[in-house]
């Protein structure tokens, strides 16, 4: 399920979407492991327990109280996971034909949308450092602009080389596009 452009900011007039980015998969899937590993301490610790104290579940404090402690652990860990994850799903890079769209999740309730005309980009940059985005072919796309926000950051996006390519590409377009549109607009004024 992809959000839709005009779910974010309005289309402009024959703009259309290029491609939805998110990070790759990979980056969820060791935040996932963490959790697992959150999740299972006090499974250890509890087999633990039982193992020098066989009776410490059997008492009629200790057993509650012990089931309270495991359950407000667990509702922390589910809160990790659900912060993890909603700061996954909802980051994403938005290229259309005339913009870059920058959606950032900052925690659960807080977003930041910015968006970058491809005109005033000046230059694009790829970066894949380390073996696991290597393997996997993951990395960072840099976007230098003209604006007030200087950089645009892709984090660990997929294929970050091909990225950069087809923002160049775009950016060429662009300025084809409004070169023409420039022209058009002079002859219309005389």
């Known amino acids: 399920m992809n959000l839709e452009l005009n779910q974010l900011i309005r289309p402009r007039p024959g703009e259309t979407t290029v491609f939805f980015l998110r990070r790759h998969p990979i980056i969820f899937l060791g935040e996932l492991v963490y959790v697992a590993l959150l999740a299972a301490v006090p499974v250890g610790i509890g087999l633990m327990l039982v193992r020098l104290w066989p009776n410490l579940l059997a008492g009629p404090m200790t057993r509650p109280a012990i089931i309270l402690l495991a359950s407000a652990y667990y509702l922390v860990v589910w809160l990790f996971f659900i912060g993890y994850f909603v ?98 607009t002079l002859k219309m004024n005389e």
């Not at 994403?92 to 980009?121: C, H, K, M, P, Y």
């Not at 926000?149 to 091909?162: C, L």
């Open 87 to 184: 700061d996954y799903y909802l980051d994403a890079w938005v290229l259309t034909t005339e913009r870059i769209i920058n959606v950032e999740q900052n925690g659960l309730f807080s977003r930041t949308i910015s968006e970058l005309d491809l005109s005033r980009t000046q230059d694009v940059t790829s970066e894949v450092k380390g073996i696991l985005p290597s393997v996997f072919g993951f990395g960072y796309v840099y976007v230098q602009t003209a604006g007030e926000r200087e950089r645009f950051v892709f984090e660990q996006v997929p294929h970050p080389h091909e990225v950069r390519k087809r923002i160049l590409e775009l950016v060429e377009a662009d300025q084809i596009r409004l070169e023409k549109e420039g022209v058009r």
